[in-house]
Nanobody, 123 residues
Framework: QVQLVESGGGLVQAGGSLRLSCAGS????????MAWFRQAPGKEREFVAA???????YYADFVKGRFTISRDNAKNTVSLQMNSLNPEDTAVYYC?????????????????WGQGTQVTVSS
């Protein structure tokens, strides 16, 4: 059974940092694009960052310079270092994986999803 399990969410003050991790199991994800999406209350889920199997990185404009995505294929994990957090970053953050090529921004094309981890940023 393929699973993605996120961890590292929590409550942090504005300006603080958190590091999210996503551990994959059930298969090797080295040839997959791995990504983070988030969904704030009352809003649609949106793209945050992606790390493709060719080692290309993509970021949403609203996180550039603040968030960094990384992956460790040996451990089957992908991480998201989040710095300079602000209350607008409050959301449930989801890890996702896709095996096909194409736009990393399209969440409908991802094969696997985690259950999500809550990030809350207080002002």
């Amino acid at each position: 059974q393929v699973q993605l399990v996120e961890s590292g969410g929590g409550l942090v003050q504005a300006g603080g940092s958190l590091r999210l991790s996503c551990a994959g199991s059930g298969r090797t994800f080295s040839s997959y694009a791995m990504a983070w999406f988030r969904q704030a209350p009352g809003k649609e889920r949106e793209f945050v960052a992606a790390f493709t199997w060719t080692s290309s990185k993509y970021y949403a404009d609203f996180v550039k310079g603040r968030f960094t995505i990384s992956r460790d294929n040996a451990k089957n994990t992908v991480s998201l270092q989040m710095n300079s957090l602000n209350p607008e970053d409050t959301a449930v953050y989801y890890c996702a994986a896709r095996s096909n090529t194409g736009s990393v921004y399209k969440q409908g094309e991802y094969d696997y999803w985690g259950q999500g981890t809550q990030v809350t940023v207080s002002s």
